[in-house]
């Protein structure tokens, strides 16, 4: 994956990847059938890998509010490591892969949408009104537009911005005054 952010998916090809792997090509071929298994069976550790370390992150917050703090900071790291160009690359060359990978991204990001919006109205820090599905659903389809707006060009930092100040108003709508409290006072010690 490295190799296919660095020099993009269609100019790298299984010489390259032996040589970088310093084994002979015919080793590679025992691993993967083709670059297009190479590139599925990449994607897929990738994101199995980043899912996981999305979810023990955010399951070490007792806080939801602080939870959600995490989530973003590690889809800052993912969009600067990963940028939008592969998801390109990967709709274009690779469309199986490519469909895969957004259905299981579309069912993480609601499950955990889902289950911290739960933590925290149990904790009284999220309105108890909310509709939890409907919220969910409205919090994925703004993190994936801001991810994937091709308007805000190839630089993280402006979607990072942006992620940011939606995150911010995600937590103003959802908030009891409990949870409004306690975003001023993480506001307040970080300025």
């Keep these: 994956m490295e190799l296919f952010q660095r020099f993009g998916i269609r ?3 299984m010489d390259d990847v032996a040589r970088e792997l310093a084994m002979s090509k015919k080793t590679l071929y025992t691993f993967f059938s083709n670059k297009g298994d190479l590139v599925d069976q990449a994607a897929k550790y990738i ?3 980043k899912s996981k370390q999305f979810m023990e992150q955010a399951s070490l917050y007792e806080n939801a509010i602080d939870e959600l703090f995490e989530v973003q900071r590690i889809q800052e790291e993912v969009l600067k490591n990963y940028g939008t160009r592969l998801l390109f690359a990967l ?3 690779h469309p199986e892969t490519y469909e895969w990978m957004m259905n299981a991204r579309r069912d993480m990001m609601i499950e955990t949408s889902t289950a911290n919006l739960q933590r925290g109205i149990s904790q009284k820090l999220y309105r ?3 509709n939890v599905e409907r919220t ?3 919090r994925y389809n703004t993190m994936v537009g801001i991810m994937e707006d091709p308007q805000m060009g190839d630089d993280p930092a402006p979607r990072g911005e942006m992620l940011h100040y ?3 108003l995600h937590i103003r709508s ?6 409004l409290a306690y975003l001023q006072e993480l506001q307040s010690s970080k300025s």
């Excluded at 959802?174 to 949870?179: E, L």
């Design 91 to 93: 709709k274009k060359y």
């Design 47 to 49: 994101f199995a890998s």
């Design 166 to 168: 939606s995150l911010l």
């Design 128 to 130: 108890e009104d909310l």
């Design 174 to 179: 959802i908030a009891t005054a409990q949870g």
């Design 136 to 138: 969910a659903l409205i």
């Design 11 to 13: 100019a790298i090809n």
